[in-house]
Protein backbone atom coordinates (compact mmCIF):
# COMPACT_ATOMS: atom_id res chain seq x y z
CA UNK A 1 0.00 0.00 0.00
CA UNK A 2 1.39 3.38 -0.51
CA UNK A 3 1.75 5.54 2.02
CA UNK A 4 -0.11 8.77 1.94
CA UNK A 5 2.43 12.32 2.24
CA UNK A 6 0.85 15.61 3.68
CA UNK A 7 2.86 18.58 3.40
CA UNK A 8 2.32 21.44 5.15
CA UNK A 9 0.81 24.22 3.51
CA UNK A 10 2.67 27.66 4.23
CA UNK A 11 -0.36 30.30 4.73
CA UNK A 12 -0.06 33.14 2.27
CA UNK A 13 0.99 36.59 4.49
CA UNK A 14 -1.76 39.05 5.73
CA UNK A 15 -1.54 41.20 3.24
CA UNK A 16 -1.70 45.30 4.34
CA UNK A 17 -2.16 47.94 2.01
CA UNK A 18 -1.87 51.44 2.17
CA UNK A 19 -1.83 55.00 0.67
CA UNK A 20 0.54 57.41 -1.08
CA UNK A 21 -1.87 60.55 -1.58
CA UNK A 22 -0.21 63.16 -3.43
CA UNK A 23 -1.63 66.91 -3.84
CA UNK A 24 0.08 69.91 -5.18
CA UNK A 25 3.87 68.10 -4.52
CA UNK A 26 3.03 67.22 -1.35
CA UNK A 27 2.45 63.26 0.29
CA UNK A 28 0.13 62.63 3.07
CA UNK A 29 1.52 61.22 6.65
CA UNK A 30 -0.77 60.57 9.64
CA UNK A 31 0.42 59.90 12.82
CA UNK A 32 -0.94 56.98 15.05
CA UNK A 33 -2.61 56.96 17.86
CA UNK A 34 -2.38 53.31 18.87
CA UNK A 35 -0.90 50.77 19.64
CA UNK A 36 1.32 52.24 22.58
CA UNK A 37 4.63 51.17 20.58
CA UNK A 38 3.63 53.05 17.29
CA UNK A 39 1.96 55.92 19.03
CA UNK A 40 3.15 58.83 17.84
CA UNK A 41 4.85 57.38 14.78
CA UNK A 42 4.20 58.48 11.48
CA UNK A 43 2.43 56.25 8.44
CA UNK A 44 1.06 56.05 5.13
CA UNK A 45 -3.03 55.40 6.06
CA UNK A 46 -4.38 52.11 5.44
CA UNK A 47 -5.06 48.75 6.82
CA UNK A 48 -5.98 44.95 6.34
CA UNK A 49 -7.05 43.26 3.49
CA UNK A 50 -10.90 41.03 4.53
CA UNK A 51 -11.43 38.19 2.96
CA UNK A 52 -13.41 38.79 -0.49
CA UNK A 53 -11.61 42.23 -1.19
CA UNK A 54 -8.93 42.76 -3.57
CA UNK A 55 -6.29 45.06 -2.52
CA UNK A 56 -7.71 48.14 -4.33
CA UNK A 57 -11.14 47.71 -2.12
CA UNK A 58 -9.69 46.99 1.26
CA UNK A 59 -7.72 50.10 0.32
CA UNK A 60 -10.71 52.28 -0.76
CA UNK A 61 -12.66 51.13 2.06
CA UNK A 62 -9.68 52.26 4.77
CA UNK A 63 -9.52 55.74 3.05
CA UNK A 64 -12.96 56.18 3.75
CA UNK A 65 -13.29 54.29 7.47
CA UNK A 66 -9.39 56.37 8.32
CA UNK A 67 -9.80 59.45 6.85
CA UNK A 68 -13.91 60.32 5.45
CA UNK A 69 -12.71 60.31 2.27
CA UNK A 70 -13.15 58.54 -1.29
CA UNK A 71 -10.12 57.76 -3.93
CA UNK A 72 -9.19 56.00 -7.16
CA UNK A 73 -6.41 53.61 -6.57
CA UNK A 74 -3.92 53.41 -9.01
CA UNK A 75 -0.41 51.76 -9.23
CA UNK A 76 1.91 50.28 -6.53
CA UNK A 77 4.78 52.71 -5.00
CA UNK A 78 7.58 50.61 -3.76
CA UNK A 79 8.78 47.01 -2.56
CA UNK A 80 6.68 44.81 -1.06
CA UNK A 81 7.74 45.44 2.44
CA UNK A 82 7.72 42.19 4.81
CA UNK A 83 6.14 42.58 8.17
CA UNK A 84 5.75 40.29 11.05
CA UNK A 85 8.45 38.09 10.74
CA UNK A 86 7.45 37.54 7.06
CA UNK A 87 3.37 36.41 8.44
CA UNK A 88 1.91 39.65 6.44
CA UNK A 89 3.55 42.08 3.87
CA UNK A 90 2.97 45.51 3.00
CA UNK A 91 1.65 46.71 -0.27
CA UNK A 92 1.57 50.66 -0.98
CA UNK A 93 -0.31 52.06 -4.31
CA UNK A 94 -0.82 55.49 -5.25
CA UNK A 95 -4.48 57.12 -4.78
CA UNK A 96 -6.48 60.00 -6.36
CA UNK A 97 -8.61 62.00 -4.07
CA UNK A 98 -12.34 62.15 -5.66
CA UNK A 99 -14.05 64.81 -6.00
CA UNK A 100 -13.07 67.49 -3.63
CA UNK A 101 -12.87 65.69 -0.01
CA UNK A 102 -10.77 66.81 2.45
CA UNK A 103 -9.19 63.68 4.67
CA UNK A 104 -9.62 64.29 8.16
CA UNK A 105 -7.30 62.48 10.90
CA UNK A 106 -11.11 59.83 11.89
CA UNK A 107 -8.40 57.23 13.01
CA UNK A 108 -5.11 58.96 13.77
CA UNK A 109 -3.23 61.92 16.03
CA UNK A 110 -2.80 64.21 13.04
CA UNK A 111 -2.18 64.37 9.42
CA UNK A 112 0.17 66.50 7.23
CA UNK A 113 1.09 67.04 4.13
CA UNK A 114 4.66 66.94 3.45
CA UNK A 115 6.78 68.46 0.65
CA UNK A 116 9.80 66.53 -0.39
CA UNK A 117 12.21 68.59 2.11
CA UNK A 118 9.96 67.34 5.28
CA UNK A 119 9.72 63.73 4.26
CA UNK A 120 12.80 63.07 6.65
CA UNK A 121 11.09 65.74 9.25
CA UNK A 122 8.94 63.08 11.32
CA UNK A 123 9.51 59.67 12.70
CA UNK A 124 8.44 57.15 10.43
CA UNK A 125 6.95 53.64 11.14
CA UNK A 126 10.05 51.59 9.95
CA UNK A 127 7.56 49.37 7.61
CA UNK A 128 7.09 52.53 5.84
CA UNK A 129 10.81 53.79 5.70
CA UNK A 130 11.42 51.89 2.15
CA UNK A 131 8.06 53.56 0.57
CA UNK A 132 9.43 57.02 2.04
CA UNK A 133 12.79 56.30 0.01
CA UNK A 134 10.69 56.23 -3.46
CA UNK A 135 8.68 59.83 -2.94
CA UNK A 136 11.24 62.02 -3.88
CA UNK A 137 10.98 60.94 -7.27
CA UNK A 138 7.23 61.04 -7.00
CA UNK A 139 7.12 64.20 -5.31
CA UNK A 140 9.70 66.22 -7.69
Known sequence: MPSEQYVKATPSPRVIVAAVMIRAGRVLAAQRSAPPEAAGKWEFPGGKVEPGETEQQALARE?????????????????????????????????????????????????RWLTVDQLMSVPWLPADEPIVAELPALLA
Open 63 to 111: CVEELGVRVTVGGRVGPDVPLAHGRAVLRVYAVTLQGDGVPEALEHSAL
